[in-house]
């Protein structure tokens, strides 16, 4: 069987792409990244990622990011609201995201972005979507206002870039999301993350790039490095076959084996990926 992946959170409309994005996207199909999912960040990139998906066959989601928040308004609200409404036949809109809080970058009034987030939580459950959840220094917040948005019922959805505790984890599996998995845990050091993508269950995992950011080990290049003119590698959703492989290694598993269930996985975490691998098949 081919070994074929789904790259859940890449931000392909980045204008890092913008000089070779097509060859790009051929490159990660060439190596079995079948679909990509591209969450927006703001109101200004909705309609963006959503021509994007459409014109590379692959899956989006729309929301404010975190980092948004500071300067999201009421009005960005309704743009996102009336948005959903707009499309929420379209079988490429997959989630609300990228959306959560980040309590890391400084400077972030918590306030602003818990009411922006929480507002969107309840047009996920209004729409009936999945969630992808940006949780940096933030899992046990997030997961509060996840428990009081829902009232008590189970999610959808994937903590992002996932790098909490075994009991954060396990929490998160808890009420429904799955873990999301990248470049971070290629680096040796990431002593933590690669316990939990060894030791969580397989069923609890998928893959991820993040694309441009969060380049993995081989791309990546110290402050030092770059001072003296070596490039910082660009992350791309071609790469994640071989960050896969590093968690197949964690678990001791053929690389195939973890294509398959991170594959079954993110449609689980986000049921209308199933319509479109079909297409994809096809």
Request: charged fraction near 20%.
């Amino acid at each position: 069987m081919p070994t074929r992946f789904i790259d859940t959170h890449c931000h392909l409309d980045a204008p890092e792409f913008d000089a070779d994005r097509a060859a790009m996207r051929e490159r990660a199909a060439a190596g079995g990244v079948m679909l990509c999912v591209l969450p927006a960040v703001a109101a200004f990139n909705f309609d963006t990622v959503r021509e994007l998906a459409h014109a590379q066959g692959d899956a989006y989601a729309l929301g404010i990011h975190p980092l948004c928040a500071g300067t999201a308004t009421d009005a960005d609200l309704a743009t996102l609201d009336a948005a959903l409404a707009e499309h929420r036949h379209d079988p490429r809109l997959v989630a609300m995201g990228e959306i959560g809080l980040d309590y890391f970058v400084q400077g972030l009034e918590p306030g602003r972005q818990e009411r922006i987030f929480e507002a969107q939580l309840r047009l996920a459950r209004k729409y009936e979507l999945p969630v992808l959840l940006h949780v940096r220094r933030s899992v046990d917040q997030v997961l509060r206002a996840l428990r009081v948005a829902g009232g008590g019922r189970p999610w959808h959805g994937i903590a992002h870039a996932f790098n909490g505790s075994e009991q954060q984890a396990q929490a998160c599996i808890d009420l429904g999301l799955l873990l999301g998995f990248g470049g971070a845990l290629t680096f040796e050091r990431a002593l933590r993350l690669r316990r939990l993508a060894a030791g969580v269950p397989l069923s609890a995992i998928v893959m991820e790039t993040d694309a441009p950011d969060i380049p993995p080990h081989w791309l990546y290049t110290t402050q030092a490095e770059r001072s003296d003119g070596q490039a910082q590698g660009r992350n791309e959703p071609g790469e994640l076959p071989r960050i896969a492989q590093v968690v197949a290694q964690l678990r001791g598993l053929p690389l195939q084996a973890v294509a398959k269930a991170s594959t079954h996985n993110a449609v689980a975490a986000l049921p209308r990926l199933a319509g479109l691998l079909g297409a994809w098949e096809e």
